[in-house]
């Protein structure tokens, strides 16, 4: 385990080990010590800002990329004024990618005034050979680029990027950009630190990759194929999380009911369930995200069964046609999916469904649309993500004809939102009065008075109380319900 390597006495005057992950510890033992060199020249710490986009596989490549700044030396800052700002990078809708070009041209601003300034990109959108392609002519000041496969380089290439810049004996040209990107990779790095953004919960990547290719979505191309972790080494990281003091775990994986199948001896996403539930301090395991076509009978009785699996389950429906899931290459019917909510519900009466849908799906006609409204009321979902398609270069929607027009599209959307949120706030209501177990995660942003945490089933609570209760499940009266979320006292 990586808290037990001393750093400082590893011997970076020899050649680097070509093993993982014995090579990365050698180049943030190197980094340490310009760091340490630097700050004494400097007489100050130099600090690091990251900003990560997108999803909680990001976020959590986004905490192990934050462990390694951390072993390297830098003191985490909340502002892009920073010494080393990091943009891990989504790029599943367009919208995405322009975020991160708008920062970049802001950046450049805070580049000028700070010398020892270093930029880094990486995630999701580096996959995509054109962007950085724009991003080598527009952004030149960028000192490093890296992809989704290669993350646990880290260290290496940040560790180049920092030669390149500062130290003036080394055989790279001074001033260019680094980049390193992989198409794909079956090789999954174990044992490498990480800083979490909470210590009473984390994100543990089950799975890496997706193999399903729905038809509208970049994730498969950007994020390679699919491939299982061993599940002794996730039982591992998870045992060692509860030591630290984790209560509450979220596997991910794009499609979690399909974990286990490439391993060697192939085990199911509800065993690996079954094992985490053993583990003594976890209280609360969530998962993300479930395919439909994949979510399995022994999946549910393990969840009705399990007093530890919180009554939370995030099922995109992405469309109600029929037809339409069709073309999306999604493997099920709207029939199929409604009888799946029903044999779902009916195990578990006190689940939470949420979900995420999609409009304007090239070809999407009134009655495809309709059909959509027809599952969201029937599914009664308590929280639904609702997009509008975007068209993603090179996945095969892209090049459907039928593309809809962008006011037919806008219209369908704020019908759908207006829908989705009359049948959230219904529901909501159900739970007041009751007594409810709430994980406190942080002091209210608006009121310092109240504390703010979650229910098994994800709805947010808001409480009178002070930060030494956050990290802690506490037994709550929900008191009264405000639309989304709920007023309680401790009972
Ligand atoms: N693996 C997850 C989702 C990953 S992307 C799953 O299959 O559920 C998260 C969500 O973004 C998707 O569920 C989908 O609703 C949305 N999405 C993906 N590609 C999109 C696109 N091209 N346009 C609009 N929304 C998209
Ligand atoms: Fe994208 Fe479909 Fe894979 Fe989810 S399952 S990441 S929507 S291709
Ligand atoms: Fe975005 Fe990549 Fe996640 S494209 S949604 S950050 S897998």
């Known amino acids: 385990m990586y808290q037990e390597i001393d750093l400082d006495k590893i011997d970076i005057s020899k050649e680097p080990p070509t093993e993982e992950p014995a090579r990365q510890y050698y180049f943030i033992a190197k980094c340490r010590r310009y760091v340490k060199e630097f700050e004494k020249q400097l007489g100050r710490r130099l600090t690091f800002f990251t900003q990560t986009f997108g999803c909680q596989m990001n976020a959590r490549d986004s905490e192990k990329l934050t462990g390694i ?27 995405a990618n322009n975020k991160v070009y708008g920062r970049l041209g802001y950046l450049n601003g805070f580049r000028k005034k700070n010398p020892m300034m270093m930029t880094a990109l990486c995630g999701c959108m580096m996959q995509e050979p054109l962007v950085v392609e724009k991003i080598k002519h527009s952004y030149s000041f960028v000192d490093l680029i890296f992809g989704t496969h290669n993350i ?228 009664e979902f308590d929280s639904a993500f609702t997009f509008i398609y975007s068209r993603r270069t090179g996945t095969p929607a892209a090049a459907m004809e039928n593309q809809v027009p962008e006011d037919i599209v806008k219209k369908r959307f704020d019908c759908l939102l207006k829908e989705v949120q009359e049948i959230a706030a219904g529901k909501a209501m159900k739970y007041t009065g009751s007594v409810q177990k709430v994980l406190v995660e942080h002091v209210n942003e608006q009121d310092s008075h109240l504390v703010t945490g979650r229910m098994s089933n994800n709805s947010v609570v808001h409480l009178p109380g002070t930060a030494d209760l956050i990290g802690k499940i506490i037994e709550v009266r929900l008191t009264e319900c405000r639309g989304f979320y709920y007023i309680g006292e401790v009972k």
Not at 74 to 94: G, H, I, K, P, W
Not at 285 to 313: A, G, Q, W, Y
């Open 69 to 95: 700044l951390e072993q390297i030396g830098y003191a985490a800052d909340e502002s892009e004024e920073a010494d080393f700002v990091l943009y891990n990078t989504c790029t599943v809708r367009e919208n």
């Open 152 to 379: 646990y380089k880290f260290a290496e290439l940040f560790c180049a990027a920092f030669e390149n810049r500062f130290i003036a004996n080394t055989p790279k040209k001074k001033g260019a950009m680094i980049i390193d990107i992989w198409k794909d990779t079956d090789k999954t790095v174990e044992d490498l630190p990480a800083k979490r953004k909470y210590f009473f919960k984390s994100g543990v990547n089950i799975m890496f990759g997706c193999n399903n290719f729905c038809s509208y979505c970049i994730v498969p191309y950007v994020r390679g194929r699919e491939r299982s972790r061993e599940a002794k080494d996730i039982i591992r990281e998870i045992e060692t999380l509860a030591k630290d003091g984790v209560v509450e775990i979220m596997l991910l994986g794009q499609n979690v009911n399909s974990y286990g199948r490439n391993l060697k001896e192939p085990v199911t996403f509800a065993q690996l369930l079954k094992e985490a539930e053993k583990i003594e301090g976890i209280e609360r395991i969530r998962f993300m995200t479930s395919h439909p076509k994949d979510l399995s009978d022994e999946l549910i009785e393990v969840m009705k069964n399990s007093k530890k699996i919180c009554r939370h389950l995030h099922l995109p429906l992405q469309s109600g046609s029929t037809d339409i899931l069709e073309k999306m290459n999604r493997k099920y019917t709207k029939e199929q999916y409604l009888g799946l909510v029903e044999k779902i519900k009916a195990a578990m009466p006190d689940i939470a469904l949420t979900t995420d849908i999609i409009v304007g799906f090239p070809g999407e006609t009134e009655a495809d649309f309709a059909e959509t409204m027809d599952v969201v009321r029937k599914a």
